[in-house]
């Protein structure tokens, strides 16, 4: 067995003692406890003719310093290198406990400036001593950037010196830039166990949210109980709105399409719980299928549920109020106005037809009073 130092570890320093002429080059290695390493390249010199107490290191038989496991270590094949260990099991293997202050540090001994730091723990800590709890810390100074990675030389992952990151962009201009390249999508977001995307910024920038091919500038499907969208806005003034819709071309600003057949489900619900309104129009609305006011389950076209604290329909004009009802018919459609006028020269609320039809009060389902076309009125039983 190739005999090792006892004691504590040495210090490891190299010198090569030039040959001595006339002698063959043959490779000694000879350690002294506490001072290092000296190669005798002569024939006729060993270790034990050295002053002090020296042992001769076999390189060939995979000899270590230092003592217990050992401080270094070289082995066949590859010619592998432990630190802290005698079976190295890579290239450069180091092993450490954790009553260490290092498993490695590189620094610039003359500024005493850490370059990389790796901790007992498994932490790596990049240009400085501060990191944390982080498994990855890097410290970049002020005007550098903290990291960049590169694909096929182009920047996919950029974190600047301002602190903003950049994905598929290598001058990010906001705190999270992403850059797509080609027709590919910028963003896709899927949950753990999900068979499609949770959220999705397509190439077109359209948004889909459970919609994984959206179609639309804003795409939402909820398919389980609950919302698919919900918008609020508090204390904000009188013209602000929690969902505001535009359009200036020919299309809806909205388009509310319900495709269940329960009675319950609205394709358009608003609600107000305070002092404002449910819902304010400027302009024409246009309603398929049965319209409830204060009511979830209209019944008709139009059913408004009023609550005994006032008018339940108001109809306002600055000269003529009119409410107008038509009955299509197969020569001439039937219109029956009710109206307020408001105007100088006749100030009247009026009730009839306009067009060439009678009209008819009635009582319990019977005729009680028959204005004819041309005015005539019958009375009674007519």
């Not at 319209?291 to 209209?298: A, E, K, S």
């Not at 008018?311 to 003529?320: G, L, P, S, Y």
């Not at 009060?361 to 004819?372: H, S």
Request: hydrophobic share 40%; with cysteine.
């Amino acid at each position: 067995m190739t005999p090792r130092l006892p004691g504590s570890a040495l210090a490891i320093s190299l010198a090569f003692a030039a040959p001595v002429a006339g002698h063959a080059q043959a490779l000694q290695l000879c350690v002294q406890e506490g001072g290092g390493f000296v190669v005798a390249l002569q024939q006729d010199q060993t270790c034990d003719q050295l002053p002090g107490i020296w042992v001769a290191l076999d390189i060939g038989d995979h000899d270590w310093t230092g003592e217990g496991t050992g401080a270094m270590r070289t082995a066949s094949p590859n010619d592998r290198v432990a630190v802290g260990d005698t079976e190295p099991g890579a290239r450069l293997h180091v092993a450490y406990t954790g009553d260490e202050g290092a498993a490695m540090l590189v620094e610039d001994p003359d500024s005493a400036t850490e370059a990389m730091r790796v901790t007992p723990d498994g932490r790596t800590i990049l240009g400085g001593i501060s990191g944390d709890s982080a498994r990855l810390t890097v410290n970049a100074p002020a005007g550098d950037e903290a990291i960049r990675a590169r694909a096929g030389g182009v920047t996919s992952f950029v974190v600047a010196a301002d602190g903003q990151v950049g994905v598929g962009t290598s001058v990010p201009a906001a705190a999270l830039a992403v850059a797509a390249q080609g027709d590919e999508d910028p963003l896709h977001v899927t949950p753990p166990g999900a068979s499609r995307p949770a959220l999705v910024l397509d190439a077109e920038g359209e948004l889909g949210i459970g919609v994984e091919t959206p179609e639309d500038k804003l795409a939402v499907l909820n398919e389980g109980p609950g919302r698919a969208g919900f918008f609020r806005t508090e204390n904000a003034g009188n013209i602000a709105a929690a969902l505001s819709a535009t359009t200036t071309g020919r299309g809806n600003a909205v388009f509310a399409n319900v495709l269940s057949r329960e009675s319950t489900s609205a394709a358009l619900r608003a609600v107000h719980s305070g002092g404002g309104r449910a819902g304010q129009f400027d302009g024409s609305v246009s309603v398929s299928g049965n319209l409830g006011i204060n009511t979830l389950n209209p019944t008709a076209k139009l059913v408004i549920e009023g609550d005994d604290d006032g008018a339940d329909v108001v109809v306002r004009d600055e000269r003529f109020a009119r409410m107008r009802m038509v009955a299509e018919a197969p020569t001439d459609d039937v219109t029956l106005s009710v109206q307020a006028r408001g105007s100088s020269n006749a100030e009247r609320a009026e009730i009839g037809t306009v067009s060439n039809h009678g009209m008819v009060l009635f009582t319990n389902g019977e005729t009680r009073i028959r204005l004819q076309r041309n005015g005539a009125v019958c009375i009674g039983n007519c």
